[in-house]
């Protein structure tokens, strides 16, 4: 049943049931649409979908994907980065590792960065001339994606950032082949070959992802949020700063506009959002929180917003934030419990409905 849901072909597939804008209603993303070179993801009645004819498997698409609905049939990005944060050679290139640059997204390169012991560099000479790079749009997507990168780990005090520059390596001699690749390189191409063929290749030991069913939350998350907690030294005693990103945000609530229907916290894809148990309000875990911005454009009294305030702490620890708590009361009309703000107790809907229709409870006396 849940494959009725992915489009593939031989080297790329798009799972609809992952994807925002097939899922959520109110939801607009079009990053896939608007950076696919071969204008391959288009809309089929009126469902997003992969035009498996027009697609060629160029990845460029994956990483800009805030919940992994896209997949390269040959490259993962999650093992990747587990292996060349191993690796001797501190060079990412299109022409080495990787399908293409924008196949991995800014939670990858952060993760590389805290995982490897030493620099990390990128090698972009190759993009701007790229026959993916359409209208250099995926040159573009890659240095913003290397900038937010840089200002991620800005943000949670780490030293590291990603160069723009190759570094010079040279790869060590092997008597087995006299040269060359490094053993771990050659195993990583024999892998993606390997997966590229339907062949089963050496495994990556990926037990630091293991999620329970009820997890929603990008494996890309988990890598990143795992790679600070290994560096959570760099913290600094002062946690919180000022700063928002494209693949998480803080968020508030307007408690006097809130009107506890829950439905922020419901339509939530990652459960960034949650109810209190005893439904008087709701938490927000800044670690889970994908700023896909369903929760904004869904609640109707417009009492959600996005802060610009990040704490790499709350956000490493899925630690559990207050946004708004509610007092109860009983309706004296309807007795249904409602968050009262004080004045008479008369829950929104009634208090409407009486405005609205007040002349309907006039009385003949009045009338006189």
Do not use: W
């Amino acid at each position: 049943m849940r494959n009725e849901y992915v489009v593939a072909n031989d080297l790329f597939a798009f799972d609809y049931f992952k994807c925002l804008r097939s899922e959520y209603a109110k939801n607009a993303c079009s990053l896939c649409i608007e950076l696919c070179p071969e204008e391959a993801m288009v809309f089929d009645r009126a469902r997003l979908t992969l035009d498996t004819q027009k697609c060629t498997g160029c990845a460029a698409c994956m990483g800009i994907c805030p919940t992994e609905a896209l997949a390269s049939r040959s490259f993962d990005a999650e093992s990747f980065v587990l292996e060349f944060a191993e690796g001797a050679d501190p060079n990412l290139s299109c022409k080495e590792n990787v399908p293409c640059l924008a196949a991995l997204s800014p939670e990858h390169y952060v993760s590389i960065a805290l995982r490897r012991e030493g620099a990390t560099a990128c090698d972009l000479s190759h993009c701007a001339e790229c026959g993916v790079n359409r209208e250099g749009r995926v040159y573009e997507t890659i240095t913003a994606m290397l900038d937010e990168a840089d200002r991620f780990l800005a943000a949670m005090g780490a030293d590291e950032r990603i160069g723009r520059e190759p570094i010079h390596y040279e790869a060590p001699e092997t008597a087995e082949e006299g040269g060359g690749p490094d053993p771990a390189r050659r195993a990583l191409f024999r892998k993606l070959a390997g997966a590229a063929s339907g062949e089963e290749g050496p495994k990556t030991d990926l037990s630091e992802l293991a999620v329970d069913e009820e997890e929603r939350q990008p494996l890309k998350r988990l890598l990143l949020k795992n790679a600070m907690k290994k560096r959570a030294d760099a913290f600094g005693e002062e946690t919180t700063r000022q700063a928002a990103f494209s693949f998480a945000v803080g968020k508030r609530i307007d408690a006097m506009a809130c009107n506890n229907c829950q439905e922020c916290a419901m339509f939530c894809p990652t459960g960034a959002l949650s109810v209190l148990k005893d439904n008087t309000g709701i938490v927000f875990q800044s670690g889970k929180c994908i700023a896909c911005g369903i929760c904004n454009d869904i609640c109707q009294p417009r009492a959600m917003h996005d802060d610009d305030t990040f704490d790499p702490v709350d956000f490493a620890f899925d630690r559990m934030a207050l946004l708004v708590k509610h007092d109860l009361q009983m309706c004296e009309e309807c007795k249904v419990a409602f968050p009262y703000k004080g004045g008479e107790k008369i829950c929104d809907r009634c208090r409407d409905f009486r405005d609205s229709y007040s002349d309907l409870f006039t009385l003949a006396k009045d009338l006189e």
